[in-house]
């Protein structure tokens, strides 16, 4: 059988449909259609398959050693993850119009999690908003993770179904309703895509599958066992299949580093090479969150890394704070933020008292990096979630916002950052019962107190509540909302009028950043067709420096404000 078929359920074309599961520890295994049973045949490589007359919308699960289970493969479920999976034909889905995508350098990135971007926490309902954020200039939707996990809530980072949306967010179809709104709208969709570990709740591959796993162990869990090919061929198919059923425009890649196939990830640099040997119609753009900082895999078939250097160093600068991850920007943290000026990232395998992290970037195309200001993770990753503008005030925010895109790494927002939004975005989640939300309780306390957050008054985070108030739109807008909408609109409006052909000539060399006073740079960035320049005040004035010579952006006096900026584009 062919490796594109080699799990799940999937229509023949000819009215029968082929059910295929990978159990090599299991003694029997038998399809449950609609609840009538059907033998499956195994065989020696450790697949069972089935092969019957069927259609779309049926119930199906594998009855394996007498234990009733979903398939791992699964489009989608009915009654959560512990439910029946459902036979899904995406060919059924009539998409009305072709979409060409657009270039990776035209993208202007806006995450939202489906669940808390509107008050209903649905497909439908976030559609419903995607003309607003087009509106704004915005060109890429990242979709936080949407694969099955259990309960009703979540990140998303628990998913156990990998190719089955959540079902309390919609059907298949509206999903793609989704997809073809943001598309019809100029926007590129992008999911957040998880391959390096399953959710602790109805995960029940170990069960007949147990070489799935290996011992090696991760922050999340026993490691998947990715050198093993019926292991690579599961996710291979699922990548393709959330590409081709859902005409997706990309991938981001959660935590690469934790996908280790013992052969420099031959697995990770194989999908990406057969991804680009297929013509979708449309540019595919992979995105990936590695923490070591190398550029091997953006030098092997992927375009871009999530740059946690510009975000970290600038949090550290503005805030002070220096627990945790943040330890390491804490000797010069202005200093850190002259080195991603000019080169991208921070840490490139130089000497540093904690480890030697990454490797030299700087070769790399400016959008080769994703910029962002504030995540998912770096908010909800602290004990009261809060954003960066109740951090360090909304002047400095709306100055860091206009350089965040103005620069020319490639931009991203958070949901309700484009307005200036303060309402905390928590961790939260679902689990099935009390003693395993006293588990998550026990846990994330001790990893949040490990870091040196104060827990006092910290939100339950398996309560429904913690759900609710990460909601950013929930409440009433705040008084300056439609001051940041139009700064946003003017911003996005000058970055695709001025630096996206600039990025499109070409990077000609490094960012070349001159320091005027300690927390201050003149920055120049060289292209083929130009230059950008920028006067950047982050807490105190750029002494000495001389204003630009015409800016066509402003906010403040970089030369008399502690913050403040000025950008100029020079053919």
């Known amino acids: 059988m062919s490796r594109s078929c080699d799990w799940g359920a999937q229509p023949c074309g000819d009215g029968t449909w082929s059910f295929n599961i990978w159990a090599p520890a299991a003694a029997?295994?038998?399809?449950?259609?609609?609840?009538?049973?059907?033998?499956?045949?195994?065989?020696?490589?450790?697949?069972?398959?089935?092969?019957?007359?069927?259609?779309?919308?049926?119930?199906?699960?594998?009855?394996?050693?007498?234990?009733?289970?979903?398939?791992?493969?699964?489009?989608?479920?009915?009654?959560?993850?512990?439910?029946?999976?459902?036979?899904?034909?995406?060919?059924?889905?009539?998409?009305?119009?072709?979409?060409?995508?657009?270039?990776?350098?035209?993208?202007?990135?806006?995450?939202?999690?489906?669940?808390?971007?509107?008050?209903?926490?649905?497909?439908?309902?976030a559609t419903a908003r995607l003309p607003e954020l087009a509106a704004l200039g915005i060109t890429a939707?990242?979709?936080?993770?949407?694969?099955?996990?259990?309960?009703?809530?979540?990140?998303?980072?628990?998913?156990?179904?990998?190719?089955?949306?959540?079902?309390?967010?919609?059907?298949?179809?509206?999903?793609?309703?989704?997809?073809?709104?943001?598309?019809?709208?100029?926007?590129?969709?992008?999911?957040?895509?998880?391959?390096?570990?399953?959710?602790?709740?109805?995960?029940?591959?170990?069960?007949?599958?147990?070489?799935?796993?290996?011992q090696r162990p991760t922050p999340w869990g026993d490691g998947i066992a990715f050198e093993r090919p019926e292991v690579q061929s599961f996710f291979r198919e699922a990548a393709l299949g959330w590409l081709t059923e859902y005409?997706?425009?990309?991938?981001?890649?959660?935590?690469?580093?934790?996908?280790?196939?013992?052969?420099?990830?031959k697995f990770l640099r194989d999908l990406a090479?057969?991804?680009?040997?297929?013509?979708?119609?449309?540019?595919?753009?992979?995105?990936?969150?590695?923490?070591?900082?190398?550029?091997?895999?953006?030098?092997?078939?992927?375009?871009?890394?999530?740059?946690?250097?510009?975000?970290?160093?600038?949090?550290?600068?503005?805030?002070?704070?220096?627990q945790g991850y943040y330890s390491r920007f804490a000797r010069d943290p202005f200093g850190d933020l002259a080195l991603a000026l000019t080169r991208g990232q921070v840490d490139e395998g130089a000497p540093h008292p904690e480890e030697v992290r990454g490797a030299p970037a700087g070769h790399l195309p400016w959008t080769a990096f994703v910029n962002a200001n504030q995540t998912h993770d770096q908010i909800g990753n602290r004990a009261h979630g809060e954003r960066l503008i109740t951090l360090i005030g909304e002047p400095a925010a709306r100055v860091c916002h206009a350089a965040l895109l103005l620069?020319?790494?490639?931009?991203?927002?958070?949901?309700?950052?484009?307005?200036?939004?303060?309402?905390?975005?928590l961790f939260f989640c679902d689990p099935p019962d009390e003693d395993a939300r006293e588990a998550v309780r026990k846990g994330r306390s001790a990893e949040l107190r490990g870091i040196g957050y104060d827990l006092e008054g910290m939100p339950d985070p398996t309560s429904a509540e913690a759900f609710e108030a990460s909601k950013?739109?929930?409440?009433?807008?705040?008084?300056?909302?439609?001051?940041?909408?139009?700064?946003?609109r003017e911003l996005l409006a000058l970055r695709a009028a001025q630096v996206v052909p600039l990025l499109r000539s070409g990077k000609t060399g490094l960012g070349e950043v001159t320091r005027h006073?300690?927390?201050?740079?003149?920055?120049?960035?060289?292209?083929?067709?130009?230059?950008?320049?920028?006067?950047?005040?982050?807490?105190?004035?750029?002494?000495?420096?001389?204003?630009?010579?015409?800016?066509?952006?402003?906010?403040?006096?970089?030369?008399?404000?502690?913050?403040?900026i000025e950008v100029e584009f020079r053919a």
């Open 472 to 488: 950013p739109y929930a409440s009433d807008p705040p008084p300056h909302a439609e001051a940041w909408r139009k700064l946003t």
């Open 273 to 322: 090479q057969e991804i680009r040997a297929q013509d979708f119609g449309r540019p595919i753009h992979l995105i990936t969150e590695d923490e070591r900082n190398l550029p091997h895999l953006r030098e092997q078939g992927f375009d871009a890394e999530w740059n946690d250097d510009w975000h970290n160093a600038l949090h550290v600068a503005l805030t002070g704070e220096t």
């Open 28 to 125: 029997s295994v038998q399809l449950l259609l609609d609840g009538d049973a059907h033998p499956m045949t195994g065989g020696k490589d450790g697949f069972w398959r089935a092969r019957l007359p069927a259609r779309a919308g049926q119930d199906y699960l594998f009855r394996i050693d007498g234990h009733d289970r979903p398939d791992p493969a699964s489009r989608a479920q009915r009654g959560g993850v512990e439910g029946a999976s459902v036979t899904v034909d995406p060919a059924g889905f009539d998409w009305s119009a072709p979409w060409p995508g657009r270039p990776l350098e035209e993208a202007a990135i806006f995450e939202l999690h489906i669940g808390t971007f509107t008050a209903e926490g649905t497909f439908a309902a």
């Open 247 to 265: 005409r997706l425009d990309g991938f981001r890649l959660d935590a690469v580093h934790q996908i280790r196939d013992g052969q420099e990830q």
């Open 517 to 564: 006073g300690p927390k201050a740079f003149e920055i120049r960035w060289p292209f083929a067709a130009g230059e950008i320049r920028m006067l950047l005040a982050l807490g105190a004035p750029a002494i000495s420096a001389a204003p630009l010579a015409a800016p066509k952006f402003r906010l403040g006096d970089p030369t008399a404000e502690a913050f403040a």
């Open 141 to 214: 939707v990242e979709i936080m993770p949407v694969g099955q996990f259990g309960g009703h809530h979540g990140w998303g980072y628990d998913g156990v179904l990998v190719r089955a949306p959540h079902e309390p967010y919609g059907t298949p179809d509206d999903l793609r309703r989704l997809v073809a709104t943001a598309q019809r709208h100029g926007m590129m969709v992008l999911l957040d895509l998880v391959m390096n570990h399953f959710g602790p709740f109805g995960n029940f591959l170990p069960g007949y599958a147990p070489d799935f796993f290996n």
């Open 407 to 425: 620069m020319p790494f490639l931009p991203m927002l958070y949901m309700g950052e484009e307005e200036g939004r303060d309402t905390p975005f």
